[in-house]
């Protein structure tokens, strides 16, 4: 709904020519006085308006009755008046020929129904007039770069802008303030601090487009609460990674609690947690769960990383430090390698004779008498495979330490090699000659390998090769009106997209489902199959093992009987191979409201809700990206065989992943799910074999099936069952 | 080793009447010129002597020219020479009558095997003059509270020490000095400051003990890297415990490369880290991961909580915070709960009427105009019972908030209702007027909630009544030589102990076999029964569902000439029922060489180990912490009986485990391990049946069994199989 017009206005309203404040202040810490002041304050040189009718001047500037009577449509209005003033400045607004107004005011969809109406008329005004609207409840656009603060957070008063590579957009105001605060405390510029508040209008995935084309930026920090344009955001994450910058993104709303609260904030609708981790990852957007993880990485993101391996050498004047960093990697999945034989030499001859040589490296008290030791001990890491990823850490420094000596070596190394270095000490004052020096710095060892693990797997992240879209027609469900296809219809949709389907005869007489069993040759199952039956088996028309004439009549006739006792539709009998696998597995495909086609894989069995056990993944994704996630599944040790087993097919399970995948995106949204469950898995080579299909129609205007259950689009966990 | 004899000489040490410095510097920054200086520099009021023969005054104090000319037998010695010299100095030390000689120097266990062999021998020169040894490689012991300052730390330089009631107690002088300097930094007063290092004689738990009698000491923090004396520390838990002092500690080497640091840090004995876990739940020990969940957590700890209830109330004045914390109380297991209507009426009242009267309590922009809302709100939350946990989240502040006001109506709301009062801002700024006022605050929502949920849940844990060890007779194990009981044996101590034991027969002959399998009525499983055969399924002689004459007798002969053929003793053949159950569990237990009797509780079945499922013991403990550790468990959500299914016999389990504990702890440490698996658990009123056991002696001088594995101890992992 945002992609087709004006993204040129919100460009604009970053870089306006003129800026007008309607309800202007001579005030400069209300509301509309603020950004009159940080406007002048903050070297904004294009014109400024103020707007009010009881004033001639504010803050030593003319002042305007009226939208009216301004020289020239501003390319950005502040809306700062309250109440029904504001849908009349809006009109006003529109009616001038301003390209953007940002709506200050609160009051609005945050209050409940009545204000979500009022901010959708706004946005209707303005859409009409070809304006864009930020807010309402927006704390306003501050572009450090050229002045243009048209905001009106205190923090700017607290703690001096520096323009910067960093980009804020956040739906919340003061979200955007205290991620303000967190970077320039720690002496990191920030270009942008964009605050969209009840987006009527203007997204954070909107303005997220917009920063990602300013070649200054080189790190963007995104607050959500809700997303409902990821289309939107997937372009700007695309340039983005084309451009190398990273997009960290804070998504509140994870929890049932965290949701509500999120509702109740902003009135808008939420999104199902995991498919939003699964959209994020599909972008190579990395999510952080708060701000600090943000603000700790900034430094790192900002530097880059020249190397994408996980490979860890600690190096510390502290042998606790060594152990509790060792810790640490095992519990990130950091790999402390071994040194090359030559390396732990050259570190021997660098250091006292009894130093530990292997990594992580302890310096024990060589540093105190010989300040070079440092210096000598990385050049000898120069060289070595192990080390992608360096952590100097100094937990004990002060009196009878060379800090100057030990940050310039340290930088000389970083500099010669290229390599990713952190340094860690307990005393602020011990960083600063490395941070003078450019590099990056930690008050902890943990808060460094936190960083050090997250950019480099978000570097990875975003260097992996996106994924094209799949080959092949599109798929078209066969005409019916109920929500569900049948088996039969379900199975064959599958079989056309060369998903593994268990052999099987569609039987409308007893002599066809007899013959049926002759040919498939071994038990059957025997189900009755109808598009108003997607719980047959609840109804007691699955019949597993017939393996005799008696058998199959029996099951035949009790399948006939039961569905003309139920009066449902007439689709056959399925005669069906029993088919044994290794272990089950069930794979689904829904189509989320926001997001589009996501793919469930998961563990199967009885307990496959009581014990979930699953991944999601947001299509298009090929086999290899499948295997990674099926890797993290707890089911996954199994994959390799144990206790003398055969390894799983897991190429055929992700072959099928893939082919489930291109299911839901051939068929153009017309699929409201699919659900694979079981899929028998078996040993390598022997393939997967699906066992049971049940798809569901899109809904348009259908019934409801004869099972009750009506025609709502399915949560993932209903999906699994 | 270390509970017998000299507490008094440690607690002196703490507290000495006189000091003498070995190797005593002129140069204040040198090793043996630091004690010198910090004890005048702090305060130190009793006798110093430094001995140094190249000198006869240091730093202004008379120098003397050997121990043996000190007028006093000083209570405390700083050993701070090198090399050669220290073997000599201590037993100048032991010779004069020394109380305390502190090492100071290096180069001992931490450079291998002969290091460890010398502090072992200094250990012993030690002994047997009764003098106690501190180190080597110690940093020293440091008092605040007397200016007792035996310590080299730089740290102390850096930053001011203040009296105050932390003790640090650590393996590590550089971990011990990186918290100091992180508790003053908040400005948090430490008392003591004592670091072990090689813990040749002193150990941390005998210093924590120390500590512990000192009664302004209200916490206590830890670190570790190896613990080996754990009576010495459950012993300083338990007093703790009776005086309310919370104990954190940080073990490190949680991981394989922290246990391989840790070992070429000090050369110690590495600790099974679930074992870990567990003892130190059991002595209600806190442990975190890094120095900062210490320090974070400090202030709350200090201020003590009066409700131990998990009931959170959220107040923010950004919507955003609101949403941030409702998840992370979600992530942390911490009620948000509904508030009552009046609390809500009440809260309306206070605050603009469009904003959310529901928890999380948003204030939306009600501060700027009103600086008593805050109060306000506090005062309608007092009366509701929803709140035990308060947390006020105020991101946004500056210029227009009235923030003494703030922090006042906060204070008077703690002094009122003694409920447990956290802050939280990004500006420190706006924490000051908090801080002057004795509230606990925090730079991060989530450094607030992890700190809340920590020290409510450790507090819990302290209150939590221990439990007292088990009744029952001794349990004596049949004679042997072997290191395994025979299964038939291992079911009698397990019958004998009133566990759940299938009914079985041993059976010496073919018309036994029958005549059990008639009276059993119904399939049995017939099993050959040796002490030499532990493993007895690897060599195919168990048989199951034997339900036919044929059959039975075809197994007994099976096992028979089995047994033959391998030429194990003859122990008879089991015969015994068929079992079913719900679901397999295994419950084991064994003698840990440190912690001594640990329990184990897993789900069971064939890839145990594979997926493994497991929680920890340390026994004394009853069914009702079995039940809450069991509730941790992937498998928990089967016991209530998911899709239609009875719930299982959870108690009868409980009830199995608590028995286990009682045989390991009432065998007096002659089983090394017990091994019930499967233990088929039923429906609720059905009990559990345990189908095999199998009993491993402690070893004293064995021979190896047929199988082929030694009669070493089993871990824990070995342990499930």
């Known amino acids: ?328 990697a095992d519990e990130l999945g950091l790999q402390l390698g071994e040194l090359a034989s030559s390396t732990r030499e050259r570190i021997k001859e660098a250091l006292a004779s009894f130093a530990t040589c292997s990594n992580p490296i302890d310096l024990t008290t060589a540093l105190l008498g010989n300040s070079g030791a440092l210096g000598g001990v990385l050049r000898a890491l120069g060289e070595d495979p192990a080390g992608d990823l360096y952590l100097i850490s100094l937990p004990v420094a002060g009196a009878g330490y060379d800090l100057e000596r030990l940050a310039e070596d340290t930088a000389a190394f970083e500099a010669a090699t290229g390599k990713t270095v952190v340094v860690t000490a307990t005393l602020a004052s011990a960083l600063a000659p490395f941070r003078r020096r450019g590099l990056v710095t930690f008050a902890s060892e943990r808060q460094a390998m936190l960083a050090l693990d997250q950019a480099s797997r978000h570097f990875a992240l975003m260097h992996a090769a996106p994924p094209a879209a799949p080959d092949g027609e599109g798929i078209v469900l066969p005409e019916g009106a109920a929500p569900f296809l049948s088996e039969a219809d379900s199975l064959a949709v599958a079989t056309s997209a060369g998903l593994p389907v268990a052999a099987y005869w569609v039987c409308h007489d007893v002599d066809q489902a007899l013959a049926a069993w002759r040919q498939l040759g071994g038990a059957v199952a025997v189900k009755a199959c109808s598009e108003a039956l997607p719980h047959k088996s609840e109804y007691g028309l699955v019949f597993l093992n017939a393996n005799s004439e008696d058998a199959v009549r029996s099951a035949f006739e009790s399948c006939r009987d039961g569905m003309a006792t139920l009066g449902v539709p007439w689709g056959g009998v399925i005669v069906a191979r029993m088919e044994r696998g290794r272990r089950e597995f069930a794979i689904g495909g829904k189509t989320d409201p926001v997001f589009g086609p996501v793919i469930m894989v998961s563990d199967g069995g009885k307990y496959i809700e009581a014990m979930p056990d699953f991944c999601l993944l947001v299509p298009p994704f090929d086999a290899a990206e499948v295997r990674t996630a099926l890797s993290r599944l707890r089911v996954a040790p199994l994959f390799a065989g144990v206790r003398g087993e055969a390894p799983m097919d897991v190429t055929a399970l992700c072959d099928a992943v893939v082919a489930v995948a291109a299911v839901m995106q051939r068929s153009g949204g017309e699929i409201a799910s699919i659900d694979l469950n079981p899929v028998m898995v078996r040993s390598e080579g022997e393939g997967v074999v699906i066992v049971d299909a049940l798809i569901e129609r899109q809904p348009h205007a259908h019934s409801v099936s004869v099972s009750g259950s009506a025609h709502a689009t399915k949560t993932v966990e209903e999906m699994k069952s």
Chains 1, 2 share one sequence.
Request: hydrophobic fraction near 45%.
């Open 1 to 328: 709904m945002h992609m087709d017009t004006r993204p040129d206005s919100l460009a604009a309203a970053l870089a306006p020519k003129s800026v007008a404040i309607i309800g202007a202040s001579d005030n400069p810490d209300k509301v509309g006085g603020r950004p009159v002041d940080y406007l002048r304050r903050f070297g904004y040189a294009g014109n400024i308006y103020p707007v009010n009718p009881t004033r001639s001047v504010v803050q030593g500037l003319p002042c305007y009755p009226d939208v009216a009577s301004l020289p020239e449509a501003p390319d950005l209005a502040i809306v700062a008046v309250a109440g029904a003033a504001v849908a009349t400045t809006v009109r006003a607004c529109a009616a001038r020929g301003v390209r953007t107004a940002i709506i200050l005011s609160s009051g609005f969809g945050e209050t409940g129904e009545d204000g979500l109406q009022q901010q959708a008329e706004l946005a209707q005004v303005a859409a009409r007039a070809g304006m864009r609207l930020v807010g309402p409840n927006s704390q306003g656009l501050a572009n450090f770069s050229n002045g243009a603060v048209a905001n009106f957070s205190t923090m700017f008063t607290q703690l001096a802008p520096q323009d910067g590579p960093v980009a804020i957009v956040s739906q919340s105001g003061a979200t955007s303030a205290a991620l303000y605060t967190l970077l320039r405390e720690r002496g990191v510029g920030v270009r942008y601090v964009l605050a969209t508040g009840n987006e009527a209008d203007t997204t954070v995935s909107e303005l997220a487009q917009v920063v990602t084309e300013d070649p200054a930026i080189k790190l963007i920090v995104l607050y959500m609460e809700s997303l409902q344009d990821p289309e939107v955001l997937a372009a700007a994450a695309a340039q983005a990674r084309r451009k190398g910058i990273p997009i960290v993104m804070l998504k509140a709303g994870r929890s049932a609690s965290g949701m509500a609260a999120a509702q109740s904030h902003t009135g808008a609708l939420v999104n199902e947690d995991g498919v939003v981790d699964a959209f994020l990852h599909r972008h190579a957007i990395w999510r952080v769960a708060d701000p600090a993880s943000i603000v700790n990485v900034a430094e790192l993101y900002l530097k880059g990383m020249r190397s994408l391996g996980r490979g860890l050498v600690v190096v510390s004047n502290s042998g606790s430090s060594c152990v509790m960093c060792a810790d640490m």
